[in-house]
């Protein structure tokens, strides 16, 4: 059976998105782990799109086949709904919830998508976390580090990653790969983890 973990990434210029494969590659690497990254971006300086496609383990084509993510971090919610072919029963869906909330004006088409994500929360619920990243972020004093504390949340949840990568090799690819504001990055990425752990404490 082969051993694989493969990550989608979202999110739009200026997210993080890149930075977030780059982190993740790095602490394969440093396990002697084989790793295929794959980016797609937009007009990233202008907001487009961004999407990243991190494989780790015995993976030979670059590209995610459909249906098969084990995890999906969106930084934007707006851009989940494009890759809904790429998730099952199993995935786990760490969404940023920022869009959600400044939906007062929303044309009609996304107040379409907001329902598909409630549908998609209904059928999958067990698997799926609404998330203000960027709120969490700013009450520790950093708004730009909202993809670090996503990352936190999903080796939280996810014992699969964990069986490849670990916490410590994840630090150590964030001081490589972050040279500014190192050690606050790496903070928000435990209390990523730390938040799921208070959760997962709170229904025992």
Not at 36 to 47: D, E, M, S
Not at 81 to 109: E, Q, R, S, W
Not at 167 to 194: A, C, H, M, Y
Request: hydrophobic content about 40%; charged content about 25%; glycine content about 6%.
């Amino acid at each position: 059976m082969k051993m694989v973990y493969n990550v989608l990434l979202l999110g739009t210029g200026g997210q993080g998105i890149i930075t977030l494969s780059k982190i993740l590659a790095t602490a394969a690497m440093s396990k002697n782990l084989k790793v295929i990254v794959t980016q797609k971006k937009g007009l990233a300086q202008r907001g487009g799109s961004v999407v990243a496609q991190v494989r780790i383990g015995d993976v030979y084509s670059p590209l995610i086949p459909k249906y098969s993510a084990n995890s999906l971090l969106s930084m934007d919610m707006n851009e989940t709904f494009g890759y809904i072919d790429y998730i099952n029963k199993d995935t786990i869906l760490i969404i940023n919830t920022k869009t959600i909330n400044d939906n007062a004006f929303l044309p009609k088409k996304n107040k379409v998508k907001k329902e598909k994500i409630k549908q998609l929360q209904e059928s999958i619920k067990n698997n799926i976390f609404l998330i203000d990243a960027e709120l969490k972020t700013k009450q520790e004093g950093m708004e730009k580090a909202a993809n670090l504390y996503l990352l936190g949340v999903l080796f939280g949840l996810d014992n699969r990653i964990n069986s490849f990568i670990k916490k410590d090799d994840v630090i150590s690819s964030i001081k490589k790969n972050l040279k500014r504001n190192t050690e606050l990055n790496i903070e928000l990425f435990n209390k990523g983890i730390q938040f799921i752990q208070d959760k997962q404490m709170s229904y025992n």
